[in-house]
Each structure stands twice: as structure tokens, then as C-alpha cells.
């Protein structure tokens, strides 16, 4: 009696792979191994550092134009406020005065007096170093100089 295994021996048709791994071993998922996970992981941190690092630069510079942008606003307000008034706020008067209601402007020049983009008071003089007036933020640190994100903003400047 012949089985189905040794006819095709016979025949010369396929022949069987022997395999060294139980049966159970050969069917089984192929699983990752605890130091593949840990390269994957490693590379994610790095990757997350690297975008990290770079997101913070443009936040950086996001917020120095915004206060650009702001001290040029209240610039326009001063001018402003120069045509109807023939003077510059003193500075004991500040750039509240720029939102003081008055008949020429009934809402007042600026809504309110704003905070540069890290929380600080704009700092106003009058009259200023190389100008009648001058508007600052002194940057992320709120200290006079500074580099880089730190660095003083000046209305004269831009």
C-alpha cells in the first residue's frame, strides 16, 4: 500500500521541503522584537527634537512681528493723535491717552492699551532717542537689550 507522499516520490513529482521548526513554530506570526521597537522609537524622538527645535524658532520670530506689527499700530494711532491735538502724549500720559474718547474720535484712537506678544507693557518715551517718540517692547525677557528673542523692538527701527 502506497500513501499519497511516496507516489509522488515514484512520479518524481513535488517534493516535500523538511523543515527543522515544529509545526506549530512554522505557522505562527513572525512577532517585532524589543529591540526593533526601541529603534523605531528612538528615531521618533529624534524626529519630534528635530521638529520641535525648528517650531520654536519660527514662534520666535512670529511673535517679534506681531509686536511689529502692534507698535506699528500705535504708531499710526500717534500720528493720529499728533494731527489733532499738535502734540505728541506727554509721557506721564503714555499711550492711554491714545484711548481716551473724544469727540474727534468717539471710540478713542486704540481700544485698549495692548500687551506685547509675551504679556509685557509696551514701554512709550517721550520724547524718544532719535525720534519725538518712541514705542518698545523689550522682547521675551522684558529687560532693556538682549539677542535673538530677547532683543528690544523699537518703534524707529522698522
Do not use: C
Not at 37 to 58: A, E, H, K, P
Not at 137 to 147: C, K, N, Q, V
Amino acid at each position: 500500500m502506497f500513501y499519497e507522499g511516496e507516489r509522488r516520490k515514484e512520479k518524481g513529482e513535488g517534493k516535500r521541503r523538511l523543515s527543522l521548526m515544529p509545526h506549530a513554530q512554522r505557522l505562527a506570526p513572525r512577532a517585532f522584537t524589543l529591540l526593533e521597537i526601541m529603534v523605531v522609537v528612538v528615531i521618533i524622538g529624534l524626529l519630534v527634537g528635530l521638529v520641535t527645535v525648528r517650531t520654536r524658532s519660527y514662534l520666535h520670530v512670529s511673535r517679534q512681528n506681531a509686536a511689529q506689527a502692534e507698535i506699528a499700530k500705535m504708531v499710526d494711532a500717534l500720528e493720529a493723535y499728533y494731527a489733532v491735538h499738535n502734540r505728541y502724549p506727554t509721557n506721564e500720559e503714555g499711550i492711554g491717552a491714545l484711548t481716551a474718547k473724544t469727540s474727534q474720535f468717539p471710540d478713542g484712537l486704540l481700544s485698549k492699551v495692548p500687551k506685547d506678544p509675551w504679556g509685557n507693557d509696551y514701554v512709550y518715551n517721550s520724547p524718544g532717542r532719535t525720534s519725538a517718540y518712541e514705542v518698545i517692547s523689550y522682547g521675551a525677557d522684558g529687560r532693556e537689550g538682549g539677542e535673538n528673542e530677547n532683543a528690544d523692538i523699537i518703534s524707529g527701527q522698522y
